[in-house]
């Protein structure tokens, strides 16, 4: 029996209400209980205490990632540190490598994180490298929009199959729920198209607006512990802002199955652009937060800019063509048959530059602008907005405004006109960091009720110490402080211990198997995808799932259909 007990420090806990109190965390084996009765006591002397932090949409493993690696030596090279009694050898700063990317995300008192878009065929890949992630426990989300199982239903008005056919996805690439990249954007994309909200394929007769209501409906068929996870269309465009509005409406009206929004539109300051091009470009960050501020069917995470090089990197093909035609630097894109796509290409974000300023205004926007807190999580889509070490930055920049200003004076004047950020005082407290960097996270994603984000009693024993007292204002010690942790603990055992790591434990993938009830359009469905892998893909259905071998640390969330 491995006991500890954290004294003397400040918790915040927002799921349980709990606001910077002095409070003691007991765990034992591995979980938090009551009391314990001969533990190992860790003193926080008056630190801030955080459950583990989660984080919601970050690129960390599968092809695109492991292509990102390779295909930009000149990232490997930064942040190379030899290895150590506990370590293996690090490198990369926007495309770590695997270990790299469990370490750091620990260091920062993060212990979950969602990679949200794993291509259904190439799940192995995915698995494979959560393997090799050391400390974090993570989940995966399967591409299931630009899918010509999907095409088919949503042409043909069936969500009951469509449905049977998300059971069976979500199961057979051992993934966490249900993503869609620019639907049908990413197919027509196969043929160098692309593809607005409401515009009808050519090869499908759907239309993107269509797939994103059929999908939301057939993915509250069943308890699914998250909404549909969307990227939506005509990302990273000027004037984006009006279709992003229009495609938060598509889902009005759905009911949910669970106590959650219906729709999670991901990474949505790349959504909130204004202007007719690049030369009038400017934030509607205020139009977005007010849709999301009266409608509570939508919850949100950031995207928020890092200013700096880095790689971006996504399903949806045609965006990363265009960010090669403005860029010349070098592209990569790849077709992955019947299911998605995807593409890499590096990007710089300059505060020389106009329009990567007002960009970088339009997260911390967003942010300062949410009522509320609790349908917003922080974060870069890494590495696309910036890589994920980036969130001490963040953090600071949402606590001081005086650090904003420094920055606003910094960088292009264009953000004085073009953007509402100088003129917002709000400064978020530690509660409300803890909110949107682990407790609103987990209970989007239904994690809460999988003991993650929270210090209740039975929840996993992660915890995040953070070497500041709760009074701190400065804005670099925050930085430093969330970026090494006093003391990150996961599953009850000390990971990192003055910023550095200490022990490097196999962490646990977290799947859902929805269980779709009628037999006889099952059938129907499989016989329909049966046809697929006969006629088109070049794999077969038998060798399609993904084995139990691939998650060594399952954790498996059953979701019944809903009544
Ligand atoms: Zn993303």
């Known amino acids: 029996m491995q006991e500890l007990l954290i004294k003397n420090g400040f918790v915040y806990d927002p799921i349980n209400g709990i606001k910077g109190e002095k409070k003691d965390i007991c765990i034992r084996d591995g979980k938090i209980v009551e009391e314990v009765k001969s533990p190992e006591v860790i003193d926080a002397e008056g630190r801030v205490v955080m459950p583990g932090g989660v984080d919601i949409h970050s690129h960390i493993a599968g092809g695109k990632i492991n292509s990102g690696r390779l295909f930009r030596p000149e990232d490997g090279r930064k942040g190379r540190e030899p290895k150590t009694k506990v370590c293996r050898s690090q490198s990369g700063y926007s495309v770590p490598n695997t270990f790299t990317t469990g370490y750091r995300y620990a260091k920062m008192g993060y212990t979950f994180v969602m990679e949200p878009a794993m291509p259904p065929l190439l799940a192995r890949h995915t698995h494979e490298e959560f393997i090799d992630i050391p400390i974090l426990d993570n989940a995966a989300i399967p591409l299931i929009d630009n899918n010509w199982m999907t095409f088919d239903y949503v042409k043909s008005g069936d969500i009951e199959k469509l449905a049977a056919y998300i059971s069976w996805i ?91 929004p219906v729709t999670h539109p991901t990474h949505q300051q790349f959504f909130s652009y204004g202007g007719t091009s690049w030369k009038d470009f400017e934030s509607k960050a205020k139009d977005i937060a007010e849709y999301v501020n009266k409608n509570e069917h939508v919850s949100l995470d950031l995207g928020s800019i890092i200013l700096g090089d880095t790689t971006t990197m996504t399903a949806d093909g045609p965006m990363e063509y265009t960010l090669y035609q403005i860029t010349g630097r070098k592209w990569t894109n790849m077709d992955v048959e019947l299911e998605t796509g995807a593409g890499i290409t590096p990007f710089l974000y300059s505060g020389k530059n106009p329009v990567h300023s007002i960009q970088w205004t339009i997260g911390l926007e967003i942010s300062l602008r949410m009522k509320d807190l609790w349908r917003l999580a922080l974060t870069t889509d890494h590495p696309n907005a910036g890589p994920f070490i980036g969130y001490p930055i963040l953090i600071s920049l949402l606590m001081s405004k005086k650090r904003r200003d420094e920055v606003l004076a910094e960088i292009h004047p264009a953000v004085y006109d073009r953007s509402e950020l100088a003129p917002l005082d709000r400064e978020y407290d530690l509660y409300e960091i803890a909110i949107i960097t682990r407790a609103a996270p987990a209970k989007i994603l239904g994690l809460h009720e999988h003991g993650k984000g929270h210090l209740g009693v039975g929840a996993d024993g992660d915890v995040a110490i953070y070497d500041i007292s709760p009074e701190e204002r400065d804005a670099g010690k925050i930085q430093r402080a969330f970026m ?75 979701a019944r259909m809903a009544r």
């Open 170 to 260: 979500v199961k057979a690439t051992k993934g966490y729920g249900v993503k869609l990249v620019n639907p049908v954007g990413t197919d027509a994309w196969g043929w160098a198209k692309n593809v607005g909200l409401n515009d009808v394929s050519e090869d499908w007769g759907v239309t993107s607006a269509q797939v994103i209501r059929a999908l939301a409906e057939a993915n509250e068929k069943f308890e699914m512990p998250h909404s549909i996870h969307l990227h939506q269309n005509n990302i990273g465009r000027p004037g984006n802002y009006e279709m992003t509005l229009d495609t938060y409406d598509v889902t009005k009206g759905v009911k949910a199955s669970k106590d959650r």
């Open 484 to 558: 090494n942790t006093k003391c990150t603990i996961k599953g009850g055992q000390v990971v990192v211990k003055d910023g550095e790591v200490i022990a490097a434990p196999e962490g646990r993938t977290f799947f859902v198997e929805p269980e779709f009830e009628d037999e006889e359009t099952y059938k129907g469905m499989l016989s329909d995808l049966e046809a697929k892998f006969r006629d088109y893909y070049s794999v077969t259905m038998r060798n399609y799932p993904v084995q139990d071998v691939y998650t060594p640390h399952p954790y498996v969330i059953k």
